[in-house]
């Protein structure tokens, strides 16, 4: 599932570190998500959402191309 965590925590100014530290993650953890090559958990996500003050549909794009039938 890709997202736009780069964006949205770029835009915060926020490290990737530092928003690690908020999410209770590790850097690496928040970079693999960046970079489409981790799927976080539910919670995680809506950590990530919470604290970038953004809804999930903003964060994360589907993969069904958004034609409903997913």
Known sequence: MENRIKEYR?????SQGKL???CNVSRQTINAIENNKY???LQLAFDIAKI???TMEELFISGNGGNGNG
């Open 10 to 14: 770029e835009k915060d100014g926020l």
């Open 20 to 22: 690690a530290e908020l």
């Open 39 to 41: 799927d976080p958990s």
């Open 52 to 54: 970038l003050r953004v």
